[in-house]
């Protein structure tokens, strides 16, 4: 067999083992979103929505949180790009959503909440 061939079927036998393991542990930034956000299926939402699943979907339809107005007209998807601006500074992304959340100033704590965000299905 050749090394590439072996390469290749040890990084499908990772990638199924890893879809298998479930959701990443969360990094130490998501502190400050489980205050208001829960993460698991089935979870009850907080003050803010669950966030299990959310990644890919649009903004303010997934789940049972009653969303302001301001969420559900933005017709955002919950995407890297968007995620970031959201996170950065969510107030700015959508004026007058109810999230009082001054946001994260760090890219690389976002992306590390972003990356996160998407094992969560």
């Known amino acids: 067999m050749t090394i590439l061939r ?8 990772l990638t199924a083992n890893a879809a298998q393991a479930g959701p990443a ?10 205050v208001c ?10 003050i803010g929505p669950n966030l299990y699943g959310v990644y890919g979907h649009k903004m303010g339809v997934k789940g049972t949180y009653k969303f302001s107005d301001a969420i559900k007209k933005s017709g955002l998807k919950l995407d ?3 995620l970031d601006k959201w996170l950065e500074n969510p107030a700015k992304l959508v004026p007058g959503n109810r999230m009082s959340f001054p946001g994260i100033k760090d890219p690389a704590k976002r992306a590390e909440l972003i990356a996160y965000l998407k094992t969560l299905k």
């Open 6 to 13: 072996t390469a290749l079927i040890a990084g499908a036998l």
């Open 25 to 34: 542990a969360p990094p130490s930034t998501w502190a400050r979103c489980a």
């Open 37 to 46: 956000h829960s993460n698991t299926k089935g979870a009850p939402d907080k």
């Open 80 to 82: 890297d790009a968007t």
